[in-house]
């Protein structure tokens, strides 16, 4: 069965994401509609980037992922179809491609399905869901758009690495408030090279050793690991990180590895 992927900003009190759902199986009944989340804070590229790089590769190739972030029309305001490791992607040319791709795509065309601007008041059921059933039911993508290699760039906060240390940043809290850094495993165990090291924090808070799971130190107490997301993750075994200890988006943290 073919499968739409949804991240939007649309929240759930409104009926814009009902509206989309509809156009969606107005066009393609048989399809099988997957929310990823509907609650990304208006506009916020970034969060959405995050959390579709880290769950599209579970789900089965040629899925497409509709992205509903920042779709209002202009015309300086492009809209992409993208094939990426199998996977299509849907959405606005704002930079979103850039964040969520480690490589180049295997594909991109600069969709051109548009309709009579007058009546463009809701790209996402006017355009996006157009292209995204069109690659739902396995025809080709430069059907429905212009052959083009160029995206949007847009460049996430990169750690500062030096020979003993790491400064990095809050990058994502996530809905048990986590926080998620931007330290990566790969940044960390190649500075690390096998040495101790300890993770200082707001509030003169630090931890000295890594977890590999959240209930490795009693309840209440923080800890550091690796999560799903292959960053350094700031926790407290059942209790909220984030609220507790003061951290949130840019918050700056620091790691010193010693002998």
Known sequence: MAIITLTTDLGYKDFYQAALKGSILNTLPNVNII?????????????????????????????????????????SNKYLAVKYRDHFFVGSDNGIFSLIFEEAPQEIVEINIMQDLKFLHFPLADIFVKAACHLASGKPLNEIGIATDEIEERMNLHPVIEKNQIKGSVIFVDSFENVVTNVTKEIFTKVQNG??????????????????????????????????????????NKANASGLLGLHNGDIIRIEFHA
């Open 35 to 75: 929310d990823i989340t509907h609650e990304i804070e208006a506009f916020n590229i970034s969060r959405a980037a995050f959390i579709l790089k880290n769950c599209f590769y579970y789900f089965p190739k040629s899925t497409v992922h509709l992205i509903g972030i920042d779709t209002v029309y202009s015309e």
């Open 195 to 236: 040495r101790n090291f300890t993770l200082y924090f707001k509030r003169n808070e630090s931890i000295n050793q890594l977890s590999w799971h959240y209930n490795e130190v009693p309840e209440g107490e923080k800890l550091c690991l690796f999560g799903i997301s292959n960053h350094l993750e700031i926790a407290i």
